[in-house]
């Protein structure tokens, strides 16, 4: 019975964690996938911007 109680703890991380790369693929695109690649290219320009202004400090 020993053998039952040690398997336990391995196989429920294991259903866990391909339920959670489940839903990570899941979401994956979308609805949602024109927002989140306007959000990063803002966030890309914002910081190219910066760095093309040079450092603050100099």
Do not use: W
């Not at 020993?2 to 790369?21: C, E, K, N, Q, R």
């Not at 990570?24 to 966030?43: F, H």
């Amino acid at each position: 019975m020993d053998y039952v109680s040690a398997l336990v703890p391995p196989v429920v991380m294991a259903v866990f964690f391909i339920g959670v790369i489940r839903v990570i693929v899941k979401t994956q695109g979308g609805a949602n996938k024109a927002k989140e690649d306007a959000a990063v290219d803002a966030a890309l320009a914002r910081t190219d911007a910066r760095s093309a202004s040079g450092p603050a400090d100099a």
